[in-house]
């Protein structure tokens, strides 16, 4: 399949890439760089564009004959998203709704979208299923829930499908750690762990002990990014027009704060100085998928199932690339 990737050059959106390449896909990648790595993808693949130029995206629909596209390019940090949610709305939704439409108006069927389960707030039950309330509590959440609801208008009104994954918490590098996660600055909390074990770090701030969870810190479902990759390709093969699906992304496990730490000082061999510090804004105590739709629907299982085998992932990573991308 003629597949435009947009924003295939960042964390998730390489490694669905390398995957696709792999599956004898023709692809291209569409990427500002502004989060994005050069090196992350082949350099054959890799037009340099931004999403707010719309016209540069419809050309290269239009030459390179694309049939789906797969949207990767958003900003995606929580704390970030309360404090400046004009840039939020502004890069999640609106040049995301005109990529979408171009894609209506060159009869591209085919759409995956990157949603996030920040869609549903706090949710009352854990883990969650698809068709739990949804309710953002940030910025972010709701960037993502209003193109969802865009995507369905979409797919009920013109010959258009489309699969909305809900990620829960992408964590881990490429098996064979040729690419993996590199933000600048790094927010994320296993990258950062694993940086504060390198000594790279004085320490790690753990944002709240008193949260209703087992050890008082917030607890996430954390997903292999290769298995996210896998879901997205699944998902595309099984997408039919004016039908959409949404899916939840996870192992079904939850790991709270003080689990990720202790996980990554068992798989380096090294100390990690903690901090305590007050709540992050945004952050719902508890996140956990209940993954059987996808499962069922596709076929997807999760190869790794557990913190640990996902954390040595990022640690060989790390260890093989100390500046990212930068090295
Ligand atoms: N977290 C933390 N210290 C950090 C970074 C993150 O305690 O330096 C916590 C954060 O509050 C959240 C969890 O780790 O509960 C995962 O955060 P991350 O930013 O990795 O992902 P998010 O859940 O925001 O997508």
């Known amino acids: 399949m003629r597949i435009l990737v947009i924003g295939g050059a960042g964390y998730i959106g390489s490694h669905t890439v390398k995957q696709l390449l792999t599956r004898g896909h023709d692809v291209t990648v569409f990427d500002n760089l502004s989060l994005g790595h050069r090196r992350a993808v082949p350099a054959e693949r890799l037009v340099v564009g931004d999403l707010r130029d719309i016209d540069h995206i419809d050309q290269l629909m239009v030459t390179s004959r694309i049939e789906a596209v797969i949207h990767f390019a958003a900003l995606a940090n929580v704390g970030e998203s309360v404090k400046e949610p004009a840039r939020y709305y502004t890069n999640n939704l609106i040049y995301s709704l005109n990529l979408l439409d ?105 944002f709240g002990n008193d949260y209703p969870t087992p050890d008082g810190t917030c607890v996430r479902d954390y997903i292999h990014v290769d298995d996210l990759a896998a879901a997205h390709i699944l998902a595309l093969d099984k997408i039919t027009p004016k039908s959409g699906q949404v899916y939840n992304v996870g192992i079904g496990r939850g790991y709270s704060v003080r689990d990720v730490i202790r996980t990554v000082e068992e798989v380096t061999g090294s100390k990690v100085p903690v901090k305590e510090a007050p709540r992050r804004v945004g952050d719902p105590a508890e996140l956990i998928a209940n993954p059987d739709k996808i499962k069922r629907e596709l076929g997807w299982s999760a190869k790794y199932a557990d913190l640990r085998s996902i954390v040595e992932t990022a640690w060989n990573w790390h260890k093989s690339h100390p500046n990212g991308y930068g090295e």
Not at 119 to 147: D, Q, R
Request: glycine letters at 8%.
């Open 102 to 206: 171009r894609c209506r108006r060159n009869g591209i069927g085919k759409f995956v979208f990157s949603s996030t389960c920040a869609v549903y707030g706090t949710p009352a039950v854990v883990p969650i299923v698809e068709s739990e309330k949804k309710s953002p509590i940030n910025a972010y959440g709701n960037t993502k829930l209003a193109f969802e609801m865009a995507l369905a208008d979409y797919a009920a009104a013109y010959p258009f499908g489309y699969a909305a994954l809900r990620y829960f918490n992408a964590a881990g590098a490429a098996a064979d750690a040729t690419i993996g996660e590199h933000h600048e600055p790094e927010s994320h909390l296993i990258p950062i762990v694993i940086q504060a074990a390198m000594g790279k770090r004085p320490h790690v701030e753990i």
